[in-house]
Nanobody, 123 residues
């Protein structure tokens, strides 16, 4: 089992920045690729960003490329999502997730999930 707890969400104006953090516990964190997803009301849970086990490789949804950066600190068992240039359409609950395989973009491919943190971007 891997337990994940997100933090750092909040209310921000359009154009602003936020940094989300996800703390992991349980099994060896560095054995898992990590991802961030988001879910707006009435919509499906969508992939945002992913990172490889050691943090060397990353990939992003087209909608956030160039604005969001995923990173991880395996010594601290944390994964981060730095968000800048935020837009009202980025408003959603953001989730971190863990998966043994790298490169996955479907929520169904991920084994462990946090409870989510709300990000609201005002116009």
């Amino acid at each position: 089992q891997v337990q994940l707890v997100e933090s750092g969400g909040g209310l921000v104006q359009a154009g602003g920045s936020l940094r989300l953090s996800c703390a992991a516990s349980g099994r060896t964190f560095s054995n898992y690729a990590m991802g961030w997803f988001r879910q707006a009301p009435g919509k499906e849970r969508d992939f945002v960003a992913g990172i490889s086990w050691g943090g060397v490789n990353t990939y992003y949804a087209d909608s956030v490329k160039g604005r969001f950066t995923i990173s991880r600190d395996n010594a601290e068992n944390r994964v981060y999502l730095q968000m800048s240039g935020l837009k009202p359409e980025d408003t959603a609950v953001y989730y971190c997730a863990a998966n043994r395989a790298y490169g996955q973009r479907l929520a169904s491919d991920y084994d462990y999930w946090g409870q989510g943190t709300q990000v609201t971007v005002s116009s």
